[in-house]
């Protein structure tokens, strides 16, 4: 991008580098340089101020070790913004009103969120001007914007194994809003397993819709699936990666649903939560792939790459599909379509791609830190395979409280096994995500963490 005149004094004590690091955080300070802006090239800038490339150079690595700028490998030289530290010479501290003090905001380490800090902001902001490219829409695409669904489907074939017909997707507003929606086309009053603990936020929808939630334990293999009582409209699970345990649902477990859900007539909600997210595991088999005719496979962008997008995609046998839309046709709900441009010119570009191969990388960089600072504190991690959250199982409701409690008096927000019971809580410990944090904030709340877990220990 053009920068802003920037006044460099050949003749002052002030080295030019020193010079002209200082007068790029000015204009981001003035607002003329936002963070996600692309830098000029040391060469480039050098040309243009009439200095050396070795001036240039020398500002943009202090930039660099500062943290407000950072380097993508054939990309360029980016703005990230205002550092942890001072940013050179330090303004005049405003006068300070009673009562009116700012607390440093909590660091949460609570699982289910995106780790924003690996988006490439410039491919975010190519692909809402792309997004934006088609004129408006004359009418609403009950199903979803084409292009979406082709990018869905090579997409779950690329990344989830999954050869599906784009005819067999229709687009939704997320994992939980087509949840809702499936959970409208069954008969008020039928039965539908969960997996205890579970995601409360599907649970929510389905009793919402008028529907009897019956708890199903989750074990080390997932969900069990002999414990399903009989008399079942549905099963909603999430077999990739349990929330919020963790497991993983056996090969044999999975055959063994998709054969009773056949054999008793009722549909399987595969939610594939984090799905995309495997470490050191060989893939197994999605339940859609081993049982198409009765499961209803759920996706969404939230947490691949952010909830503003408010897009996911279902796949599902024909008569599911057929009611769901009859549903949307009587109600006038209809998924946004703003969302499903930017996945598609995302995945147009390349950029989709590149961005899961950044965001493995950095998870699975900051699940060894999850696991170093759980297991030097003394305590056990479990549900590592997969995913951006671990559970740290604790002795007691009473443990999990002191933890909790604990960490957020030093600025930690940690969650609890407990708040994730559709029933009385049969489980205690601490659900630790690692995907929302900036790294160095991470840090902190992770070294708060093991403090907490080790005292809990001391004091056991």
Same mark, same amino acid.
């Given at each position: 991008?053009?920068?802003?005149?920037?006044?460099?004094?050949?003749?002052?004590?002030?080295?030019?580098?020193?010079?002209?690091?200082?007068?790029?955080?000015?204009?981001?300070?003035?607002?003329?340089?936002?963070?996600?802006?692309?830098?000029?090239?040391?060469?480039?800038?050098?040309?243009?101020?009439?200095?050396?490339?070795?001036?240039?150079?020398?500002?943009?690595?202090?930039?660099?070790?500062?943290?407000?700028?950072?380097?993508?490998?054939?990309?360029?030289?980016?703005?990230?913004?205002?550092?942890?530290?001072?940013?050179?010479?330090?303004?005049?501290?405003?006068?300070?009103?009673?009562?009116?003090?700012?607390?440093?905001?909590?660091?949460?380490?609570?699982?289910?969120?995106?780790?924003?800090?690996?988006?490439?902001? =410039? !491919?975010? %902001?190519? &692909?809402?001007?792309?997004?934006?490219?088609? @004129?408006? *829409? #004359? $009418?609403?695409?009950? /199903?979803?914007?084409?292009?979406?669904?082709?990018a869905v489907v090579e997409h779950?074939?690329?990344?989830?194994?999954?050869?599906?017909?784009?005819?067999?997707?229709?687009?939704t507003g997320g994992s939980t809003?087509?949840?809702?929606?499936?959970?409208?086309?069954?008969?008020?009053?039928?039965?539908?397993?969960?997996?205890?603990?579970?995601?409360?936020?599907?649970? =929510? !929808?389905? %009793?919402? &819709?008028?529907?009897?939630?019956?708890?199903? @334990?989750? *074990? #080390? $293999?997932?969900?069990? /699936?002999?414990?399903?009582?009989?008399?079942?409209?549905?099963?909603?699970?999430?077999?990739?990666?349990?929330?919020?345990?963790?497991?993983?649902?056996?090969?044999?477990?999975?055959?063994?649903?998709?054969?009773?859900?056949?054999?008793?007539?009722?549909?399987?909600?595969?939610?594939?939560?984090?799905?995309?997210?495997?470490?050191?595991?060989?893939?197994?088999?999605?339940?859609?792939?081993?049982?198409?005719?009765?499961?209803?496979?759920?996706?969404?962008?939230?947490?691949?790459?952010?909830?503003?997008?408010?897009?996911?995609?279902?796949?599902?046998?024909?008569?599911?599909?057929?009611?769901?839309?009859?549903?949307?046709?009587?109600?006038?709900?209809?998924?946004?379509?703003?969302?499903?441009?930017?996945?598609?010119?995302?995945?147009?570009?390349?950029?989709?791609?590149?961005?899961?191969?950044?965001?493995?990388?950095?998870?699975?960089?900051?699940?060894?830190?999850?696991?170093?600072?759980?297991?030097?504190a003394g305590h056990v991690v479990?549900?590592?395979?997969?995913?951006?959250?671990?559970?740290?199982?604790?002795?007691?409701?009473?443990?999990?409280?002191?933890?909790?409690?604990?960490?957020?008096?030093?600025?930690?927000?940690?969650?609890?096994?407990?708040?994730?019971?559709?029933?009385?809580?049969?489980?205690?410990?601490?659900?630790?995500?690692?995907?929302?944090?900036?790294?160095?904030?991470?840090?902190?709340?992770?070294?708060?963490?093991?403090?907490?877990?080790?005292?809990?220990?001391?004091?056991?």
């Amino acid at each position: 991008m053009e920068l802003p005149p920037l006044a460099l004094d050949r003749n002052a004590d002030r080295p030019l580098a020193v010079q002209l690091a200082d007068a790029l955080r000015a204009v981001t300070a003035g607002g003329s340089l936002r963070a996600g802006d692309r830098l000029p090239s040391t060469r480039e800038l050098a040309a243009t101020l009439g200095v050396s490339r070795t001036v240039t150079a020398a500002a943009y690595d202090q930039l660099l070790a500062e943290g407000w700028a950072v380097g993508r490998r054939g990309a360029g030289t980016f703005v990230v913004g205002a550092p942890a530290g001072p940013p050179g010479p330090a303004r005049p501290a405003a006068p300070s009103r009673p009562g009116r003090e700012r607390k440093p905001r909590p660091i949460s380490l609570w699982p289910g969120a995106p780790c924003l800090e690996v988006l490439d902001r =410039a !491919a975010w %902001r190519r &692909a809402w001007r792309a997004a934006a490219d088609p @004129p408006p *829409d #004359a $009418a609403a695409e009950p /199903v979803g914007v084409p292009a979406f669904r082709a990018a869905v489907v090579e997409h779950l074939l690329r990344h989830r194994g999954l050869a599906v017909d784009p005819a067999q997707v229709l687009a939704t507003g997320g994992s939980t809003a087509a949840v809702a929606e499936l959970a409208r086309t069954l008969a008020p009053g039928s039965r539908v397993a969960v997996e205890e603990p579970g995601y409360q936020r599907a649970v =929510a !929808a389905l %009793r919402t &819709a008028g529907l009897v939630v019956t708890p199903v @334990p989750v *074990d #080390a $293999a997932g969900l069990v /699936v002999e414990a399903l009582p009989t008399g079942l409209a549905g099963v909603y699970c999430t077999p990739a990666h349990q929330f919020p345990l963790g497991a993983r649902l056996s090969a044999t477990r999975r055959m063994a649903l998709v054969e009773r859900a056949r054999a008793e007539g009722f549909l399987v909600i595969e939610d594939d939560y984090d799905g995309e997210l495997r470490y050191d595991v060989a893939p197994l088999p999605l339940l859609a792939a081993l049982g198409p005719d009765v499961v209803a496979h759920l996706g969404t962008a939230s947490k691949l790459l952010t909830p503003t997008l408010g897009a996911g995609w279902l796949v599902a046998p024909p008569a599911v599909r057929s009611a769901v839309l009859d549903l949307r046709g009587h109600t006038g709900t209809r998924p946004a379509p703003a969302g499903q441009r930017v996945f598609v010119a995302l995945a147009a570009h390349g950029d989709l791609a590149r961005h899961l191969r950044r965001l493995r990388r950095e998870l699975s960089q900051r699940r060894a830190a999850v696991a170093a600072a759980v297991r030097s504190a003394g305590h056990v991690v479990e549900g590592d395979a997969a995913g951006a959250h671990v559970v740290v199982p604790l002795p007691d409701i009473a443990a999990e409280r002191a933890v909790i409690d604990a960490a957020a008096a030093r600025g930690v927000t940690l969650d609890g096994l407990a708040r994730h019971h559709a029933g009385d809580p049969g489980r205690a410990g601490i659900v630790l995500g690692y995907a929302e944090p900036p790294r160095s904030a991470l840090e902190r709340g992770l070294a708060v963490a093991g403090d907490v877990l080790t005292l809990l220990n001391a004091n056991g």
